[in-house]
């Protein structure tokens, strides 16, 4: 699968609470191409910072990206700031015979 490019505002996930789960929507038009609205693991890059991830459904038909702590220092970015995301579906590994 090629990766999917997008540019999101990262928000947290209760917004009154102002603290907590950080995610991004994944815009409506990729969510089909990622496997549709449910939870994947993901890999990807924010700016020059690669990750590993989750997605999940976020309600009213959208899928978010959790954004975590770690990733947003390494991309040196914060809540409420939009960028640039590029995401794939981490492939399972091939199992063994056996």
């Given at each position: 699968?090629?990766?999917?490019?997008?540019?999101?505002?990262?928000?947290?996930?209760?917004?009154?609470?102002?603290?907590?789960?950080?995610?991004?929507?994944?815009?409506?038009?990729?969510?089909?191409?990622?496997?549709?609205?449910?939870q994947l693991?993901?890999?990807?890059?924010?700016?020059?910072?690669?990750?590993?991830s989750s997605?999940?459904?976020?309600?009213?038909?959208?899928?978010?990206?959790?954004?975590?702590k770690a990733?947003?220092?390494?991309?040196?970015?914060?809540?409420?700031?939009?960028?640039?995301?590029?995401?794939?579906?981490?492939?399972?590994?091939?199992?063994?015979?056996?």
């Amino acid at each position: 699968m090629d990766p999917v490019r997008f540019i999101g505002e990262i928000r947290y996930w209760r917004p009154e609470r102002a603290a907590g789960l950080a995610v991004v929507d994944i815009p409506a038009e990729h969510v089909a191409t990622l496997g549709g609205l449910k939870q994947l693991r993901v890999h990807g890059r924010i700016g020059a910072a690669d990750f590993v991830s989750s997605t999940m459904p976020a309600g009213g038909r959208r899928l978010a990206l959790s954004v975590s702590k770690a990733m947003m220092t390494a991309a040196d970015v914060q809540v409420g700031q939009t960028v640039e995301f590029e995401i794939s579906t981490t492939a399972k590994p091939d199992r063994a015979p056996g």
